[in-house]
């Protein structure tokens, strides 16, 4: 009898060994007839990329990017903020590309709400999240075109380059890559990128009635402008009710115009001049117009 159960026991082995084999043997030639090849050059430029996994290149991780840089001959090789010049002649050497201009940005805040401290409008009594708080007419504060102050922004970056003093988004310009991502993420759209070099910069981003926004804000823009006819290289424009700078051409004009712009707008101070700084240890130190980097 414990004959037969030895045999029994042997023999199902037997199948299940059999059976195992099979599908194994069935397993390999699939995978080797469904393989995709994967390009070495991927795994190279994966290895340069900074690995910040941030998406500011604007694909899904570092690993997205290598392959699309290079299956792809119409990206370019300068799309790795994190990384910036050497990153992107690593790419272009492994590629094959050309490497293509790298030019330093940083986000500014298109508001100047700081100067203030009696901006709120009523008492918010919710989630603490930006876009949270401006479906509730526009935000707290009495500038529907303001910073909200909730700090989206500083919790969007990925590389804590945005540090929230006194409720306004102040940017550290030593940290910060111009990747961008807080653009994206402020539901008031206050963030711009411009040129490590900017001479100026615009501080309003409102497009309401002139009389309204004088009475609220210190520097809110009238749009007379004045600062469009003054600039001598035709670099102002009012594009979607807002003040827009054609940072190039303002740059390639050079400092001859004397900053005709910020003359021009005296009253409202909305073009300021740019000073890019680092952020100060102590932020409750920090003052309005050193907030602005002003």
Sequence with gaps: MDYLYIQLALSGLVVLGCIGLFFGIGLGLAAHKFAVEVNPKVEEVKEALAGAQCGACGFAGCEAYAEAVVNDPTVPTNLCFPGKEPVAKAVARITGKEMGSIEGAVAVVQCARCLRSNYEKYDYVGYGNCSAADIAFSGPTD?????????ECAVA????????VHHFPVVDSAICIGC???VNACPKKLF???PIDARVV????????????HSICLSGCLHCQSCI???PANAISLVDDRIKIDQKRCREYGPS?????IEACFTAHVIQPFNPHPLLKDSHEISAQEALGL
């Design 229 to 231: 006819r003054a600039c």
């Design 157 to 164: 970056c990925p590389f804590g380059a945005i540090t929230m």
């Design 180 to 182: 961008g991502i807080c």
């Design 192 to 194: 711009s990128l411009v």
């Design 257 to 261: 115009c004397h900053e005709a712009c």
């Design 202 to 213: 615009v501080r309003c981003s409102n497009k309401g009635a002139a009389k309204e926004i």
């Design 143 to 151: 500038c529907v075109y303001g910073c909200v102050g909730f700090g």
